[in-house]
């Protein structure tokens, strides 16, 4: 395996937890690995099926999604709702073949900045271990191309 | 193809405005922003620009009801296939259901590099083999199982369903380890490049492994081998559909049942019948059981009100609108069973019928075909 692979992560934060501890571990300078390309959404819930297939569709090596703990969801069942979706989404990626330990799904409160930071290091590892994700620049529509600039 | 061909291989040319398209489409009824008629017109104008943006193109649930009325024999459904690539070509897209998952999925599965693992549904009683010379055709089936796991469909019952009665009659399926996605929702979408790919992948997988005739329990996947894939690439496979493997068990009396009381009713898929003309052997394989009851709805066959949504796209209100009508016409019937064909048809239908709209009397039974087949033999 090559050491030098730096896999490319997309983390779906949500708006009221996940994303503000992210913040606070940035304002505390605590150090986490600069492979996660943050997508805020304004809940857990938003995150579908369908974008985790499309993350890992355009080249994601690995997909992260991060919510509230089910008793702080700001919208009540939102969490709860990331976790169904979850659950189907793991069956669909087994059966796809892509690793499992590439899709992750954790709860990180708005107070736990050393939890995000002490999560992505974990996640990043674990992907670097698995390699490069099969589907990785196998996509050449013209529509998907990721941009020069980010790759 | 560009539209100029594409008009003139579906003889657009010859309409006569006539309109008995969108007097029958299901679409048009309940949606009335959306015309064939109008449709074909503006392919028609010259120097039209707004055709390929026009979102009603992606509204066409290219059910081929349309195709049986025109008294001008033009192939409407050919006609939007083109347009919609074309479309497809200038950066134009549908819109996906499901959040485009079921379009993600397909489009993974063109890297070649990919490991699927896709088998884990064979259970130890079903024969299987890796090479040999019928192979089952399985499809999306897996993926379906787990993605539409809400709406309480398992469509993988089909699947065993389906090697249960091959085994039964004394068939040993081969079952590819890496079989793609027939292409079929990414064709209909536009999407050629994609959809090329994965049929590449399916006919070099089924010449490694050298079978002589391909069986499949989805309309689609029939549908896309029979008439999609010799268009694109040269394949000399045969092709038959579960129907017709049971109709010829029966007639050389290879199959026994047993009695099924109930009554039901059967919706015909359009990939099967009118673009098919499959029609007489699913209704073989049910009247045969002895004790069944088969009632035929008021519009069936030819005439058969397609399920609502096709290539997963454009799941709207008209959807929702087309579906409930469909199974209050299967309730009206007096069956309580609902037998369908496709894989699809399944699962909108159950969709439906979880809506808050639906009332008790659009809540009908449904189940697959190839399973009720399967469950009534005698062992």
């Known amino acids: 395996m090559n050491n030098n692979f730096q896999p490319k992560i997309i983390a779906f934060c949500c708006n009221w937890c996940s994303y503000p501890a992210a913040d606070a571990a940035g304002i505390s300078r605590l150090q986490y690995p600069a ?11 938003r995150v579908t099926t369908g974008l985790v297939l499309k993350a890992f569709e355009l080249g994601a090596d690995g997909v992260l999604i991060a919510t509230c703990h089910f008793e702080d969801c700001h919208y009540l069942f939102g969490a709860k709702r990331a ?18 330990e590439r899709l992750r799904l954790d709860w990180i409160s708005a107070a736990e900045a050393p939890k995000f930071a002490k999560v992505v290091k974990e996640f990043v590892e674990a992907v670097k271990k698995v390699g490069p994700s099969p589907i990785r620049k196998k996509v050449t529509d013209d529509k998907y191309q990721i941009p020069e600039e980010i790759k | ?60 649930l290219t059910c081929r009801l349309c195709d049986e009325q025109c ?51 064979i259970d130890k009683n079903l024969k299987v083999a890796g090479t ?38 004394g068939v040993t399926p081969v079952i590819l380890h890496q079989e793609r996605c027939c292409g079929h929702d990414l064709l209909w979408s536009g999407d050629l490049e994609n959809f090329k790919k994965l049929a590449e992948q399916n006919i070099n997988e089924i010449k490694k492994c050298g079978a002589k005739k391909i069986i499949f329990s989805c309309p689609e996947g029939y549908r896309t081998f029979k008439l999609d894939y010799p268009k694109y690439f040269d394949c000399d496979f045969e092709v038959q559909y579960i129907t017709d493997v049971i109709s010829e068990a029966i007639s050389n ?26 029609y007489d052997t699913p209704r073989e394989a049910i009247t045969t059981i002895p004790k069944i009851q088969f009632i035929e709805m008021p519009r069936t066959r030819n005439r058969a009100i397609c399920c609502g949504v096709s290539a997963w796209m454009n799941c709207s209100t008209f959807s929702k609108s ?47 075909l190839v399973t009720l087949v399967a469950d009534a033999i005698e062992e």
Request: proline fraction near 3%.
């Open chain 2, 132 to 169: 040999g010379e019928v192979l089952y055709f399985v499809g999306c089936l897996p993926y379906f199982d787990a993605l539409f796991t809400e709406t309480g469909v398992e469509t993988l019952r089909a699947a065993r369903a389906t090697v249960k009665i091959l085994n039964h009659i």
């Open chain 2, 1 to 60: 193809m560009n539209l100029k061909e594409a008009v003139k291989k579906s003889k657009a040319y010859l309409c006569l405005e006539c309109g008995k398209c969108t007097g029958i489409c299901p679409i048009s009824k309940f949606n009335r922003g959306y015309s064939p008629r109008i449709l074909v017109n503006k392919t028609l104008r010259k120097n039209d620009t707004t055709l390929l943006k026009d979102k009603n193109i992606w509204n066409c």
């Open chain 1, 83 to 100: 976790s169904e979706v979850h659950k189907i989404t793991e069956k669909l990626v087994q059966i796809l073949g892509i690793e499992p």
């Open chain 2, 71 to 121: 008294p001008a024999d033009i192939d409407y459904i050919e006609l939007t296939q083109a347009i919609r690539i074309e479309a497809q070509r200038i950066g134009e897209e549908a819109f996906c259901s499901h959040g485009g998952a079921a379009q993600s999925l397909m489009r993974i599965m063109t890297s070649e590099s990919l490991q699927q693992k896709r088998l884990d549904w």
């Open chain 1, 35 to 45: 492979n996660i390309r943050i997508v805020r959404v304004m809940c857990g819930g």
């Open chain 2, 322 to 368: 087309i579906q409930l009508m469909r199974l209050k016409e299967a309730k009206k019937t007096g069956a309580n069973l609902l037998i369908l064909s496709c894989p699809k048809c399944e699962i909108h239908f159950n969709c439906a019928m979880k809506d808050e709209k639906a009332g008790k009397d659009a809540k009908i039974e449904t189940i697959q």
């Open chain 2, 253 to 278: 009396k290879n199959v026994k049942f047993k009695d099924f009381n109930k009554t039901v009713t059967f919706q015909d898929p359009c990939r099967l019948g009118r673009h098919l003309g499959v």
